[in-house]
């Protein structure tokens, strides 16, 4: 039997039973509060032994609901809205003598609240309101409380943030409800702000190597995968497990169990860089810590028939089936792994955080645009560093040799594998991400190698190779290459096909002309992976690198990339469009004539010249916002782009406009196709400019040859119905879709790249 609660429990604990707000009392007037005190929210909701005792222990403090009320409207310094808690950062000030917390302690007060259905916080406005608010957050507490207690039970007391106090007060309307804790907080923050700071330039020079240097980021990625493996495997307390429901007589008998076996596992779900937090330690170095088990459940209560409801995926951090409410016992491996890629690719180099850019562009819409989108920029970051350039500002934020970095890439992507569609999801094949265990065994063995790299003196030459511990570096590297082949399974038919990204990390690795693979190669017992589309010529493997991804990804974004885009990578995109220019040469070169390499060459974008200038015009985008005075419709747009898309594939010039068809028809080069998208998008002195597209011709007589095109264009059958003046005003966001749909529209260009290569 429980000991009975603490004296200073609200009075709803002290009831007894299941601890509701309205225990001994009459019953809720609202229907919401009746559904809320009704639904069963799980073991961990429901049991407050584990408050109770550790708060009779001593093992945790409570403070004064008043104090924290006083800090919070007087100390906050930070304040962050999410999901069913608020959290202020207080510079911590007791008021009274006692001192549970103390003085200027910088504090993170978490306090939880009804979750409304628009993303912010039920008001409390009546009694019945005051009741739902303390049921909620009660039970919120409670829930925190006990998976914390699991973590200490795994020995994991040390991957979370060091809890000062819990706060209780039942509330009423004019003190409202207050649950929650108070822990330390970090100066960092989340891992997601100080990604965002780092790629600013706001942290201090060096700071970002230090904490997240090879081998430290390989010892993070181990040991959150520990975590994870002892988390899966935990074994529930009786307390909790006693209000598990009982097996069904057919399920006991096919486990062969007793009706109430001994219960095991939990998944955090709600696993993200935002959750994460990074805790500075001496000398040099940090740790990350999961902040926010709010969403955590045990995995048999999520099995239960009616707990959809409490499965949690979190936009780019949840996996698909989650996001289908459906249990997925490596939930949190892909979401831990996709927290590591935002990881790797800022330590690799990239400008802005993925989650930060793939909002920018508007792929944030679609997850599994957004994540494929994050998976192919990494491995085309990883493209970039085989050609060995820094030409165009991607240059690593830490040393590293190449070899570990593409072996954590690997492991990354096979650690966030995961279904690209509903119709994947239902078609019973399954995605290539390994169990907890495998991967957990993975990350270790990526720590013992990225450890044993970097004792290794003199750096990873053939020399130091030819060591002792040159030779067990060797012989780790080709274990964790063996096993991340043995999992990745590139041919098995019982799964989904693999995506680009993975295909192509798992099948070129040894293809790296770097001493430790030519040192792995060397070794009898490395199983190699083939794949016949991998044998092409290096400048063939990075001609579609960092700015097919990027096109890839304005493609998805369709209306919505913002001009900021435009501004956060226009030197990127200038640097890149060089750079891209001389590697279709270079391709053109080496490729036989007509071969297929040869014409996936040719029929890529032209970047450079007018071609760059649509490159930049294209990261620029336009937004379209309604405007009273500008009277046009997106399906008007989407028709006059396919109006202009018809008279520029015309071979024949349009009737009253045969004068100017040898300006501008036929479009067969790049240069023809920009001074004609520059003069459309120009008849109208007031319509927005093209960036990147010349503007130099008179204004005279525009609107005469915008109505002859028109008129032709009716008059061929390119599309019917009168076409007034005010939307005549929609071309110039006409004349940028089919700037859009053109530069991705690669047998549109091949005559013009050709021809461009030849004038060169």
């Known amino acids: ?110 306090v939880y609240h009804c979750p409304g259905d628009s993303g912010g916080f039920k008001p409390v406005a009546n009694e019945d309101d005051v009741v ?21 039970r795994v020995g994991c007391s040390d991957c979370i943030p060091t809890l000062q106090a819990v706060f209780q007060r039942a509330g009423n ?58 988390l899966s495997c935990a074994e529930v307390p009786d307390h909790l497990a006693e209000l598990l429901p009982p097996l069904s007589p057919r399920a006991a008998a096919a486990l062969g169990a007793p009706a109430r076996p001994r219960r095991r596992g939990l998944l955090l779900q709600d696993i993200s860089s935002n959750n994460l937090l990074v805790q500075e330690t001496l000398p040099k170095g940090c740790t990350l810590l999961f902040s926010d088990p709010s969403r955590a459940e045990l995995m048999d209560s999520l099995e239960s028939p009616n707990a959809e409801r409490y499965i949690t995926a979190t936009w780019m951090w949840g996996c698909m089936a989650a996001q289908h409410r459906i249990v997925d016992e490596t939930a949190d491996v892909y979401s831990t792994n996709i927290c590591m890629l935002e990881v790797w690719a800022v330590a690799e180099g990239a400008p802005i955080p993925l989650d930060q850019l793939i909002d920018t562009l508007g792929v944030a819409n679609d997850r599994a645009k957004g994540v494929t989108f994050a998976r192919s920029l990494c491995t085309a970051m990883l493209k970039r560093h085989v050609l060995g350039s820094k030409s165009c500002g991607i240059v ?16 990354i992507l096979l650690g966030c594998d995961d279904f690209h569609s509903t119709g994947e999801l239902k078609s019973g094949r399954r995605h290539r991400r390994p169990s907890v265990a495998d991967m957990a065994d993975v990350a270790s063995q990526l720590a013992a190698v990225a450890t044993q790299m970097e004792a290794l003196e003199g750096g990873v030459s053939a020399a130091a190779l030819d060591t002792p511990a040159g030779a067990a570096l060797v012989e780790q590297c080709v274990q964790l290459y063996s096993r991340l082949a043995a999992l990745t399974r590139l041919d098995d038919p019982t799964l989904l096909p693999a995506d680009a990204s993975l295909r192509w990390v798992a099948t070129r690795f040894l293809q790296q002309d770097h001493p430790l693979v030519a040192a792995m190669k060397a ?55 060089k750079e891209y220019r001389e590697l279709q040469l270079e391709v053109l070169r080496l490729a036989p004539p007509g071969s297929e390499l040869a014409q996936l060459a040719a029929c890529s974008p032209a970047l450079s010249s007018e071609g760059r200038r649509m490159a930049a015009a294209l990261a620029a985008g336009f937004r379209l916002k309604d ?53 459309w998008a120009s008849k109208d002195r007031n319509a927005p400019r093209i960036p990147g597209l010349g503007m130099d011709f008179s204004t005279n007589g525009k609107s005469d040859r915008t109505k002859a095109v028109l008129d032709a264009a009716e008059e061929d059958g390119v599309f019917s119905g009168t076409i007034s003046v005010a939307y005549g005003r929609t071309m110039p966001y006409a004349a940028q879709a089919l700037l859009r749909r053109l530069l991705v529209s690669r047998p549109l260009f091949a005559a013009a790249v050709v021809e461009e290569m030849q004038e060169m």
């Open 1 to 110: 039997m429980p000991p009975a609660p603490a004296a200073g429990a609200p009075a709803a604990l002290r009831a007894g039973g299941s601890g509701g707000p309205a225990a001994g009392g009459a019953e809720p007037r609202h229907p919401d509060v009746r559904e809320l005190m009704s639904d069963e929210c799980g073991a961990l909701m429901h049991s407050p032994h584990t408050l109770q005792l550790l708060l009779e222990q001593g093992e945790l403090r409570t403070v004064d609901p008043a104090d924290v009320d006083w800090n919070i409207e007087n100390c906050t310094e930070e304040y962050y809205q999410g999901g069913e808690a608020a959290v202020h950062i207080v510079c911590w000030h007791n008021r009274g003598a006692a001192k549970p917390i103390n003085d200027g302690l910088r504090i993170a007060l978490k």
């Open 132 to 152: 739902r608010e303390a049921y909620i957050a009660q039970r919120m507490q409670r829930k925190e409380v006990n998976v914390l207690d699991i973590l200490r």
């Open 627 to 679: 405007d009273t005075q500008l009277s046009y419709k997106r399906a008007d747009v989407e028709r006059y782009a396919d109006a202009l898309q018809r008279l520029i594939l015309s071979e024949l010039p349009p009737p009253g406009l045969e004068a100017q068809h040898a300006l501008f028809r036929p479009i067969n080069t790049a240069a023809k196709l920009a001074w004609f998208l520059g003069w």
């Open 396 to 411: 690593p934020r830490i040393r590293r040799e190449l070899p570990l970095s593409w072996l954590m890439l690997w492991s």
């Open 173 to 230: 309307l004019q003190e409202l409800p207050l649950y929650g804790y108070a822990m330390t907080a970090y100066q960092h923050g989340s891992l997601a702000r100080y990604l965002r700071h780092t790629c600013a330039g706001l942290a201090p020079e060096g700071e970002f190597a230090s904490f997240f240097g090879p081998a430290k980021l390989a010892a993070h990625y181990s040991r959150l995968h520990d975590i994870l493996c002892r």
């Open 523 to 577: 070794q009898d017992d490395l199983a190699v992976i083939s794949n016949d589309c991998c044998t092409l010529p290096k400048a063939t493997a990075t001609i579609f690198y960092f700015q097919s991804a990027l096109l890839e990804a304005q493609k998805e974004a369709g209306w919505e990339s913002g001009e900021q885009v435009f501004a956060v990578y226009h030197p990127t995109v200038e640097a890149l469009c």
